[in-house]
């Protein structure tokens, strides 16, 4: 049955992946604007009986196979390298330096107090420096959960963007990015905090097993350790999995951390297997990246160390200039992983809506209209107000 509403002569989008009849010779061609425009498409190249999803920006609008998935999270930094790099550098510039000013100017002070206290109040000054060292890395931390709920922010608005055929500049992604700041940091928080009690009560269980004495309590103590520890990263993987997409959902969708982890659990349902194993092998092609850059350079980094001062005598400076140049080196390699993860997890969520609820289309529809000159609404919140209900933060 055909539309009554629809003029008699309008041209009918294709189904993407779909056979469509070849246009014939000196037939006009529709598809002249929007995303359809200047691509081999139905009704531009006479003959053409395939339709290829349309790409406006980073990767094709249509489910994201995994090559494509990896390929798009570094493509991410060739695309906009000002904004994604310059931020990941900043961001994890300001971490470290942070981390290693507060922390090592507290230790060194420690020490010193430490070397300086009477013997009969070294026990109490260490326990005292201790203290303060434990105290100190609180400031870090903090900075660290913001600063990378922030990055993060920061990449899945570029990716979301980047996906339209729309390129930011690092000024509008951090100022875009730091209106869901809040939601993200208390989400990161929320995470680290499970991850803290569940190593803690772990702990707990061995030392008070081996505190019991006798073999039998080692023995047992040693077992819950491995045990446990299993069960806590089985937990952490499967938590992490069905959350993993919350940051995009907190960011893109406008939605509060709760109505994220609902929404965040519905589409990982059937995809479980999938988003797990992405998320693990990026992590391990990450890291092995990492580490092929990093550990020549620590190698090469000692043994020069060794030939400059081979008997320690400038021992402190020796170390300063070590420490310095380690973090030449390892703050843009910390910043390249930060980007590639951040991209593929904003990807899996795109990749999801995709398959689930034709967000592909939406997209398609959105790139088509702002080329018209039309007045649309976001895509990404389309579901929020129509189908989920879920209240934004």
Do not use: H
């Amino acid at each position: 049955m055909t539309d009554p509403w629809q003029a008699p002569d309008a041209p009918v989008p294709p189904r993407y992946g779909k056979f469509v009849p070849p246009v014939a010779p000196g037939q006009d061609a529709p598809y002249q604007t929007g995303p359809y425009a200047g691509s081999p498409y139905p009704g531009s190249v006479p003959g053409q009986g395939w339709t290829p999803p349309p790409k406006p920006g980073l990767i094709p609008l249509r489910p994201i196979g995994f090559g494509t998935l990896l390929g798009a999270s570094f493509q991410v930094l060739r695309r906009n390298p000002k904004a994604t790099f310059g931020s990941a550098l900043i961001v994890q510039a300001a971490i470290m330096l942070v981390t290693v000013l507060i922390v090592g100017l507290v230790t060194f002070w420690a020490i010193d107090r430490i070397d300086s206290a009477p013997l009969d109040q070294k026990d109490a000054v260490a326990a005292g420096s201790v203290l303060a060292g434990a105290l100190s890395a609180i400031i870090p931390i903090a900075l660290s959960l913001i600063a990378s709920a922030l990055l993060q922010a920061v990449i899945v608005v570029e990716v979301a963007r980047a996906t339209l055929g729309e390129k930011l500049r690092l000024g509008v992604l951090w100022r875009t990015a730091a209106t869901r700041l809040w939601p993200l940091v208390l989400w990161t928080a929320l995470l680290t905090v499970a991850l803290f009690i569940g190593v803690a009560v772990i702990a707990a269980f061995v030392v008070l097993l081996i505190s019991v004495g006798g073999t039998a309590g080692f023995v047992a103590g040693v077992l819950v350790g491995i045990f446990g520890g299993l069960m806590l990263a089985a937990a952490s993987a499967f938590l992490y999995t069905k959350t993993s997409v919350v940051p995009s959902l907190i960011v893109l969708e406008k939605l509060s951390v709760r109505a994220s982890v609902v929404r965040s659990w519905s589409l990982t349902r059937g995809y479980f297997w999938r988003t797990l194993g992405v998320l693990l092998l990026i992590g391990l092609i990450v890291q092995v990246i990492t580490q092929i850059v990093t550990t020549p350079v620590s190698l090469l980094l000692g043994l020069g160390a060794m030939l400059i001062d081979p008997n320690g005598t400038l021992s402190e400076e020796t170390t300063y200039i070590v420490t310095a140049l380690t973090l030449i080196i390892a703050i843009p390699v910390a910043a390249v992983a930060a980007v590639v993860q951040s991209a593929a997890i904003a990807l899996i969520y795109l990749d999801l809506r995709m398959r689930k609820e034709g967000l592909d289309l939406e997209l398609a529809r959105y790139v088509e209209s702002a080329a018209q000159g039309g007045d649309v609404p976001d895509p990404y919140l389309t579901p929020t107000a129509a189908s989920t209900g879920y209240p934004a933060a």
